[in-house]
């Protein structure tokens, strides 16, 4: 775990080089030690590190971790994985992907309060796309279970995308 929370760090600088040793090693010990949900989790946190070889090579490694995740029958971890991976999409700039991921993954865990936050993203990514009636109904929900939870800042952020979609029309 440790030398992926490393390659984690070393990623999002764009020290790929450094990210991948560090992933390449945890990687191999963990499929040594035959722990299963060690390997998803290890493999969802250094998928970020092969971004060096190309997008491709990061998707395989999410794809991977969430496929190890549910013949495990670990919703909350698939969630946590496609959470992950709809977000490195979102970074790359592919909306659509980045949406697909993560109402997948509030499809597999909607009690997680971590939900209203994927509804935000997903409204955002739908922004990005120009798909303002998927956005409109993400953002509601977002703003829905924002106002719930009492999360002012997520409040705000739903009403602008909101906002965003009305001065749009």
């Given at each position: 775990?440790?030398?992926?929370?490393?390659?984690?760090?070393?990623?999002?600088?764009?020290?790929?080089?450094?990210?991948?040793?560090?992933?390449?090693?945890?990687?191999?010990?963990?499929?040594?030690?035959?722990?299963?949900?060690?390997?998803?989790?290890?493999?969802?946190?250094?998928?970020?590190?092969?971004?060096?070889?190309?997008?491709?090579?990061?998707?395989?490694?999410?794809?991977?971790?969430?496929?190890?995740?549910?013949?495990?029958?670990?919703?909350?971890?698939?969630?946590?994985?496609?959470?992950?991976?709809?977000?490195?999409?979102?970074?790359?700039?592919?909306?659509?992907?980045?949406?697909?991921?993560?109402?997948?993954?509030?499809e597999l865990?909607?009690?997680?309060?971590?939900?209203?936050?994927?509804?935000?993203?997903?409204?955002?990514?739908?922004?990005?796309?120009?798909?303002?009636?998927?956005?409109?109904?993400?953002?509601?929900?977002?703003?829905?279970?924002?106002?719930k939870a009492?999360?002012?800042v997520l409040?705000?952020?739903?009403?602008?995308?909101?906002?965003?979609?009305?001065?749009?029309?």
């Open positions: 775990r440790a030398l992926s929370q490393v390659s984690a760090r070393y990623a999002p600088l764009g020290r790929y080089g450094d990210a991948r040793e560090a992933a390449e090693e945890a990687l191999r010990i963990a499929r040594g030690l035959g722990d299963r949900r060690l390997l998803a989790d290890i493999l969802r946190r250094c998928a970020g590190a092969f971004a060096g070889d190309g997008p491709a090579e990061v998707r395989v490694r999410y794809q991977e971790s969430v496929e190890i995740f549910r013949a495990l029958g670990r919703d909350d971890d698939t969630a946590r994985a496609l959470t992950w991976w709809g977000q490195w999409e979102a970074r790359s700039g592919n909306f659509r992907e980045a949406a697909q991921r993560m109402l997948a993954a509030i865990d909607r009690r997680n309060l971590v939900t209203m936050f994927l509804e935000s993203d997903v409204a955002g990514c739908f922004l990005a796309i120009g798909d303002a009636t998927s956005a409109e109904a993400h953002a509601r929900e977002a703003l829905a279970l924002a106002s009492r999360h002012r409040v705000g952020i739903s009403i602008s995308h909101l906002a965003a979609i009305a001065a749009a029309s």
